[in-house]
């Protein structure tokens, strides 16, 4: 009765997780979430595509063509897609904000920054599935362009790894990681940045879970440096130029299912199996602290690691990078955690760490789900299934929030950030699935 009772309590989460994509779709694209987020974003997409392949595959493809309908004429792909006019005025900022017109698409407007690259890595998935191949090679020709984009405009001293110019970039907005960068902008280099943030108006506790007021001054400090250089290049003083772990891991990764789609449909990909085999010789160099046995972001302007835990720090289990006994050793740390839960987006002895505070604390689930995922590569299935449960029950405990407390005994009721977060139902569907 039990087993049978666990069954029917996942098929619900299961019909829930299907209602919220079905919910969020706005024709050809998925928004993230009611209100808090209008448009299309980047790597939400990839994420999204991946429930939808369970269900309706083509849906999966026309999210990732509408995604890919922003990109720019040098191969650039924006973090934002502003579809809907008619929302531009419930977002800050805005589409006029961000102002990107050098190679952008037209009249279609899209910020000037990028996410994370997860789309190879689904466009492998969509092929195994068997969708319409005409289409997916239209696509993977789109997904090889960007990363051309991030190799020729981005790649640091040859190393293989690519920089990245804003912390929006690493989709990880307000990390700890973060913090001392930030620390570097002056208070009078804020004077003439207005604030008109709709964020703060749409989630609960808002104070206590979305980015601080100064903070968001600074993100918009940084925009309006790249906005003066078209989002194209930065100077040598630029602040923020980082070689982040999560970024050039799901690079890597998506590299591989790029590099084996190329064979499949007989595309040449040589120039990134030249690059790929370079940045996984630099990784470690860069981007691995022995001592801690976990991976940090380099501050290029500093020359040093920032040496702060978080979920990153364990991000390239999902593209193979370290080796098989490392894995088993940084999982044990996660797993024999008496009273956290698996893989907090900050640990909490970290300075910085908030508990509720977006990416300073909460357990994101798409963090889990990409480590998930390596873990099953490495064929360590015993942990993968542990990481998997845990976070199939974060999401039937709190609802299918964007964030959750990283507590084992919070007394919180409910998740946290945006309600009927998309990819939050994505990637709950491919787990049960799978």
Same mark, same amino acid.
């Given at each position: 009765?039990?087993?049978?009772?666990?069954?029917?309590?996942?098929?619900?989460?299961?019909? *829930?997780?299907?209602?919220?994509?079905?919910?969020? *779709?706005?024709? %050809?694209?998925?928004?993230?979430?009611?209100?808090?987020?209008?448009?299309?974003?980047?790597?939400?997409?990839?994420?999204?595509?991946?429930?939808? @392949?369970?269900? $309706?595959?083509?849906?999966?493809?026309?999210?990732?063509?509408?995604?890919?309908?922003?990109?720019?004429?040098?191969?650039?792909?924006?973090?934002?897609?502003?579809?809907?006019?008619?929302?531009?005025?419930?977002?800050?900022?805005?589409?006029?904000?961000?102002?990107?017109?050098?190679?952008?698409?037209?009249?279609?407007?899209?910020?000037?920054?990028?996410?994370?690259?997860?789309?190879?890595?689904?466009?492998?998935?969509?092929?195994?599935?068997?969708?319409?191949?005409?289409?997916?090679?239209?696509?993977?020709?789109?997904?090889?362009?960007?990363? %051309?984009?991030?190799?020729?405009?981005?790649?640091?001293?040859?190393?293989?790894?690519?920089? /990245?110019? +804003?912390?929006?970039?690493?989709?990880?907005?307000?990390?700890?990681?973060?913090?001392?960068?930030?620390?570097?902008?002056?208070?009078?280099?804020?004077?003439? /940045?207005?604030?008109? *943030?709709?964020?703060?108006?749409?989630?609960?506790?808002?104070?206590?879970?979305?980015?601080?007021?100064?903070?968001?001054?600074?993100?918009?400090?940084?925009?309006?440096?790249?906005?003066?250089?078209?989002?194209?290049?930065?100077?040598?003083?630029?602040?923020?130029?980082?070689?982040?772990?999560?970024?050039?891991?799901?690079?890597?990764?998506?590299?591989?299912?790029?590099?084996?789609?190329?064979?499949?449909?007989?595309?040449?990909?040589?120039?990134?199996?030249?690059?790929?085999?370079?940045?996984?010789?630099?990784?470690?160099?860069?981007?691995?602290?022995?001592?801690?046995?976990?991976?940090?972001?380099?501050?290029?302007?500093?020359?040093?690691?920032?040496?702060?835990?978080?979920?990153?720090?364990?991000?390239?289990?999902?593209?193979?990078?370290?080796?098989?006994? $490392?894995?088993?050793?940084?999982?044990?740390?996660? /797993?024999?955690?008496?009273?956290?839960?698996?893989?907090?987006?900050?640990?909490?002895?970290?300075?910085?760490?908030?508990?509720?505070?977006?990416?300073?604390?909460?357990? =994101?689930?798409?963090?889990? =789900?990409? /480590? =998930? $995922?390596?873990? @099953?590569?490495?064929?360590?299935? +015993?942990? #993968?299934?542990?990481?998997?449960?845990?976070?199939?029950?974060?999401?039937?405990?709190?609802?299918?929030?964007?964030?959750?407390?990283?507590?084992?005994?919070?007394?919180?009721?409910?998740? @946290?950030?945006? #309600?009927?977060?998309?990819?939050?139902? #994505?990637?709950?569907?491919?787990?049960?699935?799978?």
């Amino acid at each position: 009765m039990r087993a049978t009772g666990f069954f029917y309590a996942l098929m619900e989460l299961l019909q *829930r997780c299907v209602a919220v994509l079905n919910k969020n *779709r706005r024709g %050809n694209f998925t928004i993230p979430s009611p209100r808090l987020y209008p448009f299309q974003w980047n790597w939400d997409s990839g994420f999204i595509a991946m429930g939808h @392949l369970h269900d $309706k595959p083509s849906l999966a493809l026309t999210e990732l063509e509408a995604l890919f309908n922003g990109q720019w004429e040098n191969g650039f792909l924006p973090h934002i897609v502003f579809y809907h006019e008619e929302n531009y005025k419930t977002y800050f900022p805005s589409a006029d904000y961000w102002n990107a017109k050098v190679n952008a698409p037209n009249p279609l407007k899209t910020s000037g920054i990028t996410q994370p690259p997860v789309h190879g890595y689904v466009l492998e998935a969509l092929f195994n599935a068997g969708v319409d191949k005409n289409r997916l090679t239209s696509l993977f020709k789109k997904v090889l362009r960007y990363h %051309n984009y991030l190799y020729k405009n981005r790649e640091f001293n040859n190393s293989g790894l690519v920089a /990245i110019w +804003h912390n929006w970039e690493s989709g990880m907005d307000n990390s700890p990681w973060w913090d001392a960068v930030f620390d570097t902008i002056r208070d009078e280099d804020l004077e003439n /940045i207005a604030l008109n *943030r709709k964020d703060v108006l749409e989630v609960e506790e808002s104070s206590l879970t979305r980015p601080k007021n100064i903070d968001y001054k600074k993100y918009l400090y940084l925009i309006n440096l790249l906005k003066k250089q078209h989002y194209l290049s930065i100077s040598s003083d630029y602040p923020f130029q980082i070689i982040d772990p999560v970024f050039n891991a799901i690079l890597i990764r998506s590299n591989r299912s790029l590099i084996n789609l190329g064979k499949k449909l007989g595309i040449n990909t040589t120039f990134i199996e030249q690059k790929q085999a370079i940045g996984l010789n630099h990784f470690n160099e860069y981007l691995f602290d022995d001592l801690s046995n976990l991976y940090f972001p380099y501050n290029i302007k500093q020359g040093k690691q920032i040496k702060i835990e978080c979920s990153g720090s364990y991000l390239p289990v999902f593209a193979g990078i370290p080796d098989k006994s $490392k894995v088993i050793e940084m999982m044990d740390k996660q /797993i024999n955690q008496p009273d956290t839960m698996m893989f907090p987006s900050c640990a909490p002895y970290e300075p910085g760490f908030e508990k509720k505070n977006y990416w300073r604390g909460p357990v =994101w689930i798409n963090m889990n =789900w990409m /480590i =998930w $995922k390596g873990l @099953l590569d490495y064929g360590l299935y +015993h942990k #993968a299934e542990l990481l998997k449960t845990q976070t199939i029950d974060l999401v039937k405990k709190y609802g299918i929030f964007e964030y959750f407390p990283p507590f084992k005994n919070s007394d919180d009721t409910k998740g @946290l950030g945006g #309600a009927d977060f998309s990819w939050t139902a #994505a990637l709950i569907i491919d787990m049960i699935k799978n």
